[in-house]
């Protein structure tokens, strides 16, 4: 029988985590005969749409109770 408690793994200031982050494209993105023949990142959803997908990467920069407040972390990272 599975426990019905969770564990949660804290984060620590100026820890990095990544986060898969999904959004509808635009209309511009799809313009061409087919869309995911020239940009890799489109992928056809739900309803015949397409969605961009990244992973991104984010930076802790305070730690609160319950959760973080981290900012987006642009720049490569080795």
Do not use: W
Request: hydrophobic share 40%; charged share 20%.
């Amino acid at each position: 029988m599975a426990s019905a408690s969770v564990r949660y793994r804290l984060l620590t200031v100026t820890q990095v985590f990544s986060v898969l982050f999904t959004e509808t494209a635009g209309a511009n993105a799809v313009n061409g005969l087919n869309p995911t023949d020239y940009n890799t990142n489109l992928s056809r959803v739900k309803y015949n749409e397409y969605a961009h997908t990244q992973v991104r990467r984010f930076i802790v920069v305070k730690q609160k109770r319950e959760f973080c407040f981290a900012v987006y972390a642009k720049a490569h990272l080795v």
